[in-house]
């Protein structure tokens, strides 16, 4: 099993441009979410999943947007980046909203 | 979203000594308390999952136990190595949303 995979490991944008970071995992879980981590701050939920079709926001949703087409993918969508976005993000997936999250290898976003 | 406490933010620790920490949240509407390690370079890994009041749980090394009627988690940590060097995480489920502390950095020293 791959677990739960990340792509870009690495990404630069400009301020404005929109992009996708993909999220996958093969282990069949249900719930799936995706968090930013930056300096000094724990972890912050941006948009949760619980199954296929379902979404819902976290704590810091403003400027993403998420869909759950599969039950394998959870991409994260910025629509406008903006510098505040600049941090690292991680996709984590488990069985249910009370099981061990395992999580991705993160993607570190910088927006100049 | 809860919020979520952890002390102190980071400690040093000589090899062969043990050492604790602390997580707090709030005891109200309280799912579970999880538990992670994050390695430098890595992601979180999960150490545990605990939901009910007095629980206690180990792996290795490492122990942590559960109160929910006050709203705090210990994480013990016997006999430190220098593996042992990491940031423990700890987070609070409410219904569908875990909300985590800034962790606790914890540097054992050779």
Known sequence: ??????????????TGQSMTLQCAQDMNHEYMSWYRQ???????????SVGAGITDQGEVPNGYNVSRSTTEDF??????????????????????NRNEQYFGPGTRLTVT | I???EQSPQSLH????????????FPSSNFYALHWYRWETAKSPEALFVMTLNGDEKKK????????TKEGYSYLYIKG?????SATYLCAS??????SFGAGTTVTVRA
């Open chain 2, 60 to 67: 290795g090394r490492i122990s942590a136990t559960l109160n």
């Open chain 1, 38 to 48: 930056d300096p000094g701050m724990g972890l912050r939920l941006i948009h949760y």
């Open chain 1, 75 to 96: 991409p994260l969508r910025l629509l406008s980046a903006a510098p505040s976005q600049t941090s690292v993000y991680f996709c984590a997936s488990s069985e249910g």
């Open chain 2, 2 to 4: 809860l919020n979520v």
């Open chain 1, 1 to 14: 099993n791959a677990g739960v995979t990340q792509t870009p490991k690495f990404q630069v944008l400009k």
């Open chain 2, 13 to 24: 620790v000589q090899e062969g000594d043990s050492t604790n920490f602390t997580c707090s």
């Open chain 2, 80 to 84: 430190s190595q220098p593996e042992d």
């Open chain 2, 93 to 98: 489920l409410d219904d569908y949303k875990l």
